[in-house]
């Protein structure tokens, strides 16, 4: 198998590592779905020891409507038809959004899991955020689409926002010069999180989990990565103070491959 493809059922896979087990990185939200450069899932290199790694996105081109469930669905599928499950699964931001419904729907298919700077929904200033990105896209704008994602990550007040402002802009210009031909698979999927309200149901999630998240995220307040391992019997959550969005660095390597190694 290739390192970058697609699986029979049309899902857009980057694989690496060489570990012995199959490992599954449920994505976050892109522009469009296909087949990511390694460098872009190299946040979970540390894991490649231990596993091989399946970066996998949604369906490309999903049709209006596509719920989460829906994409759920479609995770269970190349699952069942692609590796010895159950399996370890991480999901990270949008990406954890699905994995919640998925471990709902299917678990045996989930052996432990991990929702990587994600929760039960996102606050309402990261609904409108990724609504407003979705709009931008959606009539081509997509400089304003990159900046409005890009200056999440930047300090808005202070000394240093004035640094960040060129940077973002130039950022912004180069991401949107290879811009995807329309803007369905990303207005689908932010529609499709944006109804994403599930804490009801995670005591329906019974695998073992592990909820990993930075304090300062700006689409998840602590108090909704708290409420999210709070709802998940027998959930573990690690929050780091300081921290952003997505959670990285050595404590958050150790701590999930101290999970995941059980």
Known sequence: MNNRGYFASGIPFTRIGSGPKPLIVFEG??????PQPAAMVKLYAFL?????????????????GYSLDDMANDYATI??????????????????????????????????????????????KAKQLQLDVARYAETGEWNKAWSALIETIYP???FLS??????????AFLLSLAHPKDATDLVVTVLAEDKHA????????????????GEKDFFYSPELFRETAAGIPDAALCLYPKMGHPAHGKRFKKDVLAFLRV
């Open 162 to 171: 004035l640094l960040s402002k060129p940077i973002i802009g130039l950022s």
């Open 48 to 64: 490649g020891k231990d596993y091989t790694v399946y970066s996998v996105l949604r369906k490309p081109h999903p049709p209006k």
């Open 79 to 124: 699952i069942g038809e692609e590796f010895p499950f159950p399996v370890d699964i991480i999901g990270i931001s949008t990406g954890g959004s699905v994995a919640l419904h998925f471990a709902a729907l299917h678990p045996n298919l989930v052996r432990r899991l991990v929702i990587h700077s994600s929760a039960h929904t996102l606050n309402q």
């Open 198 to 213: 599930f804490q009801d149901r995670l005591s329906e999630i019974s695998c073992p989990t592990l909820v990993v998240g």
């Open 29 to 34: 939200l892109t522009f469009e779905h296909k």
């Open 156 to 158: 808005r007040t202070g």
